[in-house]
């Protein structure tokens, strides 16, 4: 083997190094830009859907446990309904975001779990009333997520919402 052979080998060998190099160096900073995306999504999106479906059930309801005298209130006033029944739609479809990863769950934690966990129990009898209505899987994933969330308030009550690719 020449002296240039061995010179052209050393070159490409120290080329494919600095290229594997650097297709990590890429790879981390998209992961970590895909976090920072996610977690955008989930402060701008997530967060503002809650805060509106939160208000529409507030305003109906107070911050008061549900009572029968309100089911029966909303087997009158469909129009009622149709807005708490959107306003847990919004709750049921965050939850599935949060379960397929759309959203950041650690961020979504520290921000909603205690409006959730107080949601579900405020409205409890108003999920069993859609539930003996429209099957036992209605608001199944909201459901989910609260106990989920009452489980990781009692074991780690300061989890944390940090990028963890950077």
Do not use: W
């Amino acid at each position: 083997m020449t002296s240039y052979e061995t010179i052209s080998l050393i070159i490409g060998g120290v080329t494919a190094i600095i290229l594997i190099a650097q297709l990590r160096v890429l790879i981390k900073t998209l992961k970590a830009d895909h976090e920072r995306r996610i977690k955008q999504s989930t402060l701008e999106n997530a967060a503002n859907m809650v805060r509106e479906a939160r208000q529409i059930i507030q305003q109906e309801f107070g911050n008061t446990r549900i009572t029968e005298e309100d089911i029966d209130r909303l087997k009158e006033d469909k129009e009622l309904l149709a807005k708490i029944n959107k306003a847990f739609g919004v709750f049921e479809h965050i939850s599935v975001g949060l379960a397929a990863g759309v959203y950041d769950t650690d961020l979504f934690f520290r921000m909603f779990s205690k409006t959730f966990v107080e949601i579900f129990d405020q409205y409890c009898l108003y999920i069993e009333f859609r539930r003996k209505n429209h099957g036992n899987t209605t608001y199944s994933e909201f459901e989910n997520l609260v106990i989920d969330y009452r489980r990781k308030r009692e074991l780690n009550p300061n989890s944390n919402g940090n990028i963890k690719q950077s």
